[in-house]
């Protein structure tokens, strides 16, 4: 019970703390689980994040379903997504229902503020990553290579590539470098794998059938949100297009309250697929209000996670085999250069665009670095800085 209370209050923290996007709550987590906790260490941690690169789903809501899962089994697991999610989820579905009292522009310099900050998170781990996972030259110049291309052909498809790539450059790279293959906890036995999968392609069946008969009530609300997150690879960014074309085709909702609800969901701490929450509680279709935004939200984070709980089983039987090791290796520093880019664009870009943010998220990276300050005091500098340029220097 112990073990499961830390791990929902850790990903509740998580969840009110973590701004800036999926490539930066890679950054959090890593920071909390490897760099703090060690409850996994880097090799470990990149194995995760390239599995969940080639599943479809909310890739950093993935990696921290399986972290709870190796650290307190399917409870865990469960306790993780409820601990991340519902901060934001109670944030979308509150706004939904108060969209008319709020004024963004109070909130905007704050909002810069955040963004800086994951600039520098994501910097101490994009740098702690490539440090454990690029030892040597040959794997360093490969990273390095996956992202100059990725920042030039930035798609989530280009990620898939880079890591499977990363996959099959991984014995040429390492060859005079044997990698033993490391320990796995147990992820379950096949057969609860293989339900899993049957219930994933159940939804994808089944759902539209019942849509059909349910046209504008929950059955059909679930459906659309169940296809979203089924069908997209990237996260958050990436299923907007689906989810608009959705609310705005059945007539559920205009595509201006849609674009609002994204512009929200990328101001709260947590998963971009929040959004669901938001757009459950203000379709005109389902039942609305809360419990519109629990069957969306739902219905949005289950096929990535039963994806996930159907092939993890196998996927960590076969990376047991040293080739496969030798492989992931490959695969752990097409990850560094995964996110490399993405360091790049859009973190970078939008959160640091002039020198006085460059300058700050900067400093905020040497507090982490080397006064190893919490990821929680850097978020509330950041917040401080934003209002502060704002505030005193908003010509900078």
Request: with cysteine; hydrophobic share 60%.
């Given at each position: 019970?112990?073990?499961?209370?830390?791990?929902?209050?850790?990903?509740?923290?998580?969840?009110?703390?973590?701004?800036?996007?999926?490539?930066?709550?890679?950054?959090?987590?890593?920071?909390?689980?490897?760099?703090?906790?060690?409850?996994?260490?880097?090799?470990?941690?990149?194995?995760?994040?390239?599995?969940?690169?080639?599943?479809?789903?909310?890739?950093?809501?993935?990696?921290?379903?399986?972290?709870?899962?190796?650290?307190?089994?399917?409870?865990?697991?469960?306790?993780?997504?409820?601990?991340?999610?519902?901060?934001?989820?109670?944030?979308?579905?509150?706004?939904?229902?108060?969209?008319?009292?709020?004024?963004?522009?109070?909130?905007?310099?704050?909002?810069?503020?955040?963004?800086?900050?994951?600039?520098?998170?994501?910097?101490?781990?994009?740098?702690?990553?490539?440090?454990?996972?690029?030892?040597?030259?040959?794997?360093?110049?490969?990273?390095?290579?996956?992202?100059?291309?990725?920042?030039?052909?930035?798609?989530?498809?280009?990620?898939?590539?880079?890591?499977?790539?990363?996959?099959?450059?991984?014995?040429?790279?390492?060859?005079?470098?044997?990698?033993?293959?490391?320990?796995?906890?147990?992820?379950?036995?096949?057969?609860?794998?293989?339900?899993?999968?049957?219930?994933?392609?159940?939804?994808?069946?089944?759902?539209?059938?019942?849509?059909?008969?349910?046209?504008?009530?929950?059955?059909?609300?679930?459906?659309?949100?169940?296809?979203?997150?089924?069908?997209?690879?990237?996260?958050?960014?990436?299923?907007?297009?689906?989810?608009?074309?959705?609310?705005?085709?059945?007539?559920?909702?205009?595509?201006?309250?849609?674009?609002?609800?994204?512009?929200?969901?990328?101001?709260?701490?947590?998963?971009?697929?929040?959004?669901?929450?938001?757009?459950?509680?203000?379709?005109?279709?389902?039942?609305?209000?809360?419990?519109?935004?629990?069957?969306?939200?739902?219905?949005?984070?289950?096929?990535?996670?039963?994806?996930?709980?159907?092939?993890?089983?196998?996927?960590?039987?076969?990376?047991?085999?040293?080739?496969?090791?030798?492989?992931?290796?490959?695969?752990?520093?097409?990850?560094?250069?995964?996110?490399?880019?993405?360091?790049?664009?859009?973190?970078?870009r939008t959160g640091a665009p002039g020198l006085a943010e460059?300058?700050?998220?900067?400093?905020?990276?040497?507090?982490?670095?080397?006064?190893?300050?919490?990821?929680?005091?850097?978020?509330?500098?950041?917040?401080?800085?934003?209002?502060?340029?704002?505030?005193?220097?908003?010509?900078?």
């Open positions: 019970m112990a073990s499961l209370l830390d791990v929902f209050l850790t990903f509740l923290r998580l969840g009110l703390t973590s701004f800036g996007g999926p490539v930066a709550h890679l950054a959090y987590f890593r920071e909390a689980f490897v760099t703090r906790r060690k409850w996994l260490d880097d090799a470990a941690y990149a194995d995760l994040v390239a599995l969940c690169q080639f599943l479809p789903g909310p890739a950093s809501s993935q990696v921290g379903f399986a972290i709870g899962r190796l650290r307190a089994g399917l409870p865990g697991a469960l306790a993780a997504f409820v601990g991340f999610t519902l901060p934001s989820f109670l944030m979308m579905a509150l706004l939904a229902v108060s969209l008319d009292r709020i004024d963004p522009a109070a909130a905007a310099p704050f909002i810069h503020g955040l963004k800086i900050a994951a600039v520098a998170i994501v910097l101490h781990a994009l740098v702690g990553m490539a440090t454990s996972l690029c030892p040597d030259w040959p794997r360093r110049v490969f990273a390095a290579l996956i992202g100059v291309a990725l920042v030039v052909m930035a798609s989530p498809l280009a990620q898939i590539a880079a890591v499977a790539l990363g996959l099959l450059a991984g014995p040429l790279l390492n060859r005079d470098a044997p990698l033993p293959p490391r320990p796995s906890p147990p992820q379950g036995g096949k057969a609860f794998a293989v339900l899993c999968g049957g219930l994933f392609v159940a939804g994808l069946v089944l759902g539209p059938i019942a849509a059909a008969h349910d046209a504008g009530g929950g059955l059909a609300l679930a459906d659309a949100f169940y296809r979203a997150g089924a069908l997209v690879f990237g996260g958050g960014h990436v299923v907007l297009p689906l989810l608009e074309t959705e609310m705005t085709r059945a007539g559920w909702m205009p595509q201006s309250d849609v674009l609002a609800g994204y512009a929200a969901a990328q101001a709260t701490p947590g998963p971009l697929f929040a959004i669901s929450a938001f757009l459950g509680a203000s379709a005109d279709a389902g039942p609305g209000g809360m419990a519109g935004a629990a069957l969306a939200t739902l219905a949005i984070f289950a096929p990535g996670f039963l994806i996930l709980l159907a092939v993890q089983p196998f996927w960590t039987a076969v990376r047991a085999a040293p080739l496969a090791q030798r492989a992931m290796a490959g695969a752990n520093a097409a990850v560094v250069g995964v996110l490399g880019a993405a360091f790049v664009d859009p973190i970078a460059a300058a700050i998220a900067l400093g905020l990276y040497a507090l982490l670095r080397f006064a190893k300050a919490s990821p929680v005091l850097i978020v509330a500098l950041g917040a401080g800085a934003g209002w502060a340029l704002s505030t005193f220097a908003p010509g900078l």
